[in-house]
């Protein structure tokens, strides 16, 4: 059974950080590109961040650059997948995913996800 489970969202203040946490597991997804994408009241679900299979590349939305970083750790039977997420803006605020993509290279395209998680809740005050 294929799970991807997001926690760490919350509400912070403006300025504050969280890290975000996506534990994949039921395909040996040590072999998947990771993404996170998020989508705020009203909008299209957009890209955040992705790392590939073994971590030796990232690429981030300009909007996070700087500000975001993603990571990830390959266990055996569960990989997890971090964004630790810095200075954060009112923005920022949405529900975030986590994605994971068996493709070749890194996507910023939702339809290229083969599987996702339920979503955290990430709330910026002004």
């Known amino acids: 059974q294929v799970q991807l489970l997001e926690s760490g969202g919350g509400l912070v203040q403006a300025g504050g950080s969280l890290r975000l946490s996506c534990a994949a597991s039921?395909?040996?997804?040590?072999?998947?590109?990771m993404g996170w994408f998020r989508q705020a009241p009203g909008k299209e679900r957009e890209f955040v961040a992705a790392?590939?299979?073994?971590?030796?590349?990232?690429?981030?939305v300009d909007s996070v650059k700087g500000r975001f970083t993603i990571s990830r750790d390959n266990a055996r039977n569960t990989v997890t997948v971090y964004l630790q997420m810095n200075s954060l803006e009112p923005e920022d605020t949405a529900v975030y995913y986590c994605?994971?993509?068996?493709?070749?290279?890194?996507?910023?395209?939702?339809?290229?996800?083969?599987?996702w998680g339920q979503g955290t809740q990430v709330t910026v005050s002004s």
């Open positions: 790392i590939n299979w073994s971590a030796g590349s990232t690429y981030y």
């Open positions: 039921g395909r040996i997804f040590s072999n998947y590109n």
């Open positions: 994605a994971a993509r068996l493709g070749y290279g890194l996507s910023i395209r939702v339809y290229e996800y083969d599987y």
